[in-house]
């Protein structure tokens, strides 16, 4: 156990527990942040931001399984200290959107963006042996992965986009928020279809955030012509949540086959033996 381990192990904790206060200071903070200032023709509802404590829950699991032998072989070695800096990136971009500062926020969540990006690319070549692996390591950054290609889409919107509260929904926009739902359909598509099991906690997490867009749109007058159209691309990202449902029953049928034929063959060989 290297002085290098120690510290990343002692960098992931404190971070996640940074990144954790800044999203308790969001919830509670007087500038009732989880209802942002600025209306866009994207904005979902509030519950939707609720994704950020079960990442952190999770990554606290990550914090916990590091000190474990299978868990610091994935954690301090391939991802060493990006998981540090995608902590420090996070609580920077929640604490610029909770000021509504949302070029910054742009900023940070494209960076946090491609910091999960490379984490997840590095355990997607990882098998996972146990339901730790599951749990604490594919889980966690798979969430992470879909929740952030959601996050920049609402922080362009919110950057760049104009205020949906003042000025009536025109064409551009309304192409531009048909366009950014087709682009959410097309990367929670990719992940169903990324492996044979899929990536189901990515679909989970695009498909909630369609139904949050969707839902805070049919209560806002301004959004309302638009609802029908959030609700459709929710239904639809629905069909590659159950592809990744279909995609994991069929690997663990064929794994379970695989097992029953092994310990069959095995046992044939052992009677074999015997008789010889």
Known sequence: M?????????????TTLVAIGAFVYVVVSPLDALHPSKETYITPSSWVYFTWPLIFLLLLGTCTYQFSRAGSETI???????????????????????????????????FLGSTVTFIYGQIKHVPSRTISDEL???????????????????????????????EPLTGWTKAIFIGSLFVLEIVSYAYAYSTAEGDLPACLAISWSLFAIWDHQKSVPSDRRQAPVALAAAIISLLWVLRSIAGIVKTSYKARRAAAADAEEGES????DQSA
């Open 2 to 14: 290297s002085s290098e381990d120690n510290l990343i192990r002692f960098a992931n904790i404190v």
């Open 76 to 110: 301090l070695n391939r991802i060493a200290w990006r998981l540090p800096m995608l902590n420090v990136l996070a609580t920077m971009y929640l604490y610029s959107w909770a000021i509504d500062e949302y070029r910054y926020a742009m900023f940070f969540i494209l």
């Open 136 to 166: 604490f390591v594919n889980l966690p950054f798979s969430l992470y992965h879909g929740w952030t290609t959601v996050l920049i889409l609402t922080a362009a919107f919110d950057s760049f986009g104009v205020d949906a509260s003042v």
């Open 269 to 272: 060989q052992r009677l074999l």
